[in-house]
């Protein structure tokens, strides 16, 4: 793959907030005062559960530090630009003015810390779906910055992601010309399955493709796209082999109960195709060239996958990030193309 590597866009790494004294800097006095008289928990979850070995690659020292992006996976793959998404508790709080401002310092951080530091770097607006008043604040405040590409929101809330309560959410990005992206996690409020809470790691990880598949059906039947057209979600870390089935059935119900959803004027994968893009890491296919002809023809677009490498979890398949066997030009696209395509604001900073 040596030859591929040059020019790529990551669409997916993930800094690690070090320790919630780290943010300190970055909160007003008020909330500085009141994290620390409440003693307040660590909020981290990019290695959750903490030294799990599903949550870092034992070969890899972690998203600890821009030097170490930047050796372990940035100059490795020839990266022009990476898109850091950075899995902080916000979206775990039950209160609505502090998760805004954990919010706010924690983009205040990564801009600081992480974009300032390497111009290939990117980022996720972090915001506090408890409230979409106080997300749109926080995309508006982040948006001035050419340099936040997304919005970032966890795969499971308190409601579908389709319901119209997160509506205001999705205008906002559409209006500053963000995608919405949707990353494998919980506001750890409420089961993370349809069946109850899991006893294991295992079990929750699995669970994973199901959640996904659950958040795009509420997107497209609650009429989303359609409301708003110019909007693009990018799901990250969900896996790829489950969308092909589940749009056909999809697709099989809304021909037979279109009655219930009159803005959905095509079939759900024509719209899925246009609107939604998904992260190619981790890769749920083994390693056989024409298995991946086989779901790349069943998913009937090369458009719809975007190179990602997960930094620095265990899913990361290191220098075999892309399946074997990929024609240089379809590797252009999955790991080019396609994420110029996807963010807009890319095209605008990226020469």
């Known amino acids: ?16 907030v070090p320790a919630l004294a780290a943010l300190l800097p970055y909160l007003d006095a008020h909330w500085r005062e009141a994290v620390v008289q409440r003693g307040l928990d660590e909020l981290r979850t990019v290695d959750f559960p903490p030294s799990a070995p599903l949550s870092a690659r034992p070969d890899w020292h972690g998203a600890s530090s821009v030097a170490a992006v930047g050796a372990e996976v940035l100059d490795p793959f020839g990266t022009q630009i990476a898109i850091c998404n950075c899995l902080y508790g916000v979206p775990m709080l039950f209160t609505e003015d502090m ?27 972090v915001v506090s779906p408890q409230n979409p008043e106080f997300a749109v604040d926080e995309i508006e405040r982040c948006a001035a910055d050419p340099r936040f590409v997304q919005v970032l929101l966890p795969v499971a809330d308190e409601l579908p992601p389709g319901r119209r309560a997160h509506w205001p959410i999705y205008a906002a990005a559409a209006r500053h010309r963000l995608p919405v992206a949707f990353h494998g996690g919980t506001t750890s409020k409420h089961a993370p399955s349809a069946v109850g809470w899991p006893s294991f790691v295992t079990e929750e990880y699995v669970g994973r493709a199901p959640a996904f598949q659950g958040a795009l059906t509420s997107l497209v039947c609650e009429g989303v796209f359609a409301r708003f057209p110019d909007l ?18 999809l697709t099989k119900f809304w021909r037979g109960l279109r009655m219930e959803v009159p803005w959905l004027d095509r079939p759900p994968a024509e719209i899925v195709r246009e609107h939604v893009r998904l992260t190619a ?4 296919l083994p390693a056989d060239p024409a298995q991946f002809g086989a779901i790349l023809d069943q998913l009937g ?7 990602a490498t997960d930094y620095p979890h265990w899913h990361f398949d290191g220098t075999d990030a892309l399946p074997a066997g990929i024609a240089p ?3 252009r ?8 395509a996807t963010y807009p604001r890319l095209t605008e900073t990226v020469s």
């Open 1 to 16: 793959m040596d030859d591929l590597r040059s020019g790529g866009i990551d669409c997916d790494i993930h800094p690690a």
């Open 99 to 125: 998760a805004a401002a954990l919010a706010r310092a924690v983009n205040d951080w990564i801009a600081r810390e992480w974009l300032d530091q390497d111009p290939r770097l990117r980022a996720g607006i």
């Open 232 to 249: 693009r979600v990018v799901l990250l870390g969900s896996g790829v082999t489950w969308l092909p089935a589940h749009l056909w059935r």
């Open 281 to 284: 890491q981790p890769f749920d």
């Open 301 to 307: 677009s090369d458009a719809l996958l975007l190179f």
């Open 329 to 331: 030009a379809l590797a």
């Open 333 to 340: 696209r999955i790991m080019v193309d396609n994420p110029r």
